[in-house]
């Protein structure tokens, strides 16, 4: 079980440029969420899928952001012309929905977060 | 609108020293309440699930219970290992949303 995996670490960017964030979830699970936290906040909800279907986004998803899931396995999140407030913790989690309905602790799984600062 | 609040945001014991750690929250309805473990830089860790009023859930020095309105997280003779941001989320229950909502977090710190 290697867990959740994300690329990179940190990243320093300047402001206006293009950043691209990778999620490898654990393997069997079909759920994928994408959190942002600054520091001294609790995760905030961005967006999750079900395989390769995004299922919901927050409001504070701007159109700068996307998200994709291609053939239901990894996912991207990229920021367009970044800004000094999307300065943060990315933070991708997975779980097994169908494993989860018989186990029944709604657990996420998550990674350690790739941390972002715009310059 | 569902809202999850945690007190205090920061809690400083001697090792040995018992605390509890309070989540309010308001939300149509519950579907399940969360506490996670965070260290710093790291992601946040699973710690329990609870679903119902009266149900408590115990691990190693951490046990966890829930009210209708709150839920605490009792934690007794910590060590300073225990030290870490403990976070309470919820997740709503009536629609297809899966989303779970955090608090900010109380960071607990213990003295050795």
């Known amino acids: 079980d290697t867990g959740v995996s994300q690329d990179p670490r940190h990243k320093i960017t300047k402001r206006g440029q293009n950043v691209t964030f990778r999620c490898d979830p654990i393997?069997?699970?079909?759920?994928l969420y994408w959190y942002r936290q600054t520091l001294g906040q609790g995760p905030e909800f961005l967006t999750y899928f079900q395989n390769e279907a995004q299922l919901e986004k927050s409001r504070l998803l701007s159109d700068r952001f996307s998200a994709e899931r291609p053939k239901g396995s990894f996912s991207t999140l990229e920021i367009q012309r970044t800004e000094q407030g999307d300065s943060a913790m990315y933070l991708c989690a997975s779980r097994d929905r169908s494993r989860d309905k018989l186990l029944n602790t709604g657990e996420l799984f998550f990674g350690e977060g790739s941390r972002l600062t715009v310059l | 609108e569902d809202q999850v609040t945690q007190s205090p945001e920061a809690l400083r014991l001697q090792e040995g020293e018992s605390s509890s750690l309070n989540c309010s929250y308001t939300v149509s309805g519950l579907r399940g309440l969360f506490w996670y473990r965070q260290d710093p830089g790291k992601g946040p860790e699973f710690l329990f699930t609870l679903y119902s009023a009266g149900e408590e859930k115990e691990k190693e020095r951490l046990k966890a219970t829930l009210t209708k309105k709150e839920s605490f997280l009792h934690i007794t003779a910590p060590k300073p290992e225990d030290s870490a941001t403990y976070l309470c989320a919820v997740r709503p229950l009536g629609n297809r949303d899966d989303k779970i909502i955090f608090g900010k977090g109380t960071r607990l710190h213990i003295l050795p």
């Open positions: 393997s069997e699970h079909n759920r």
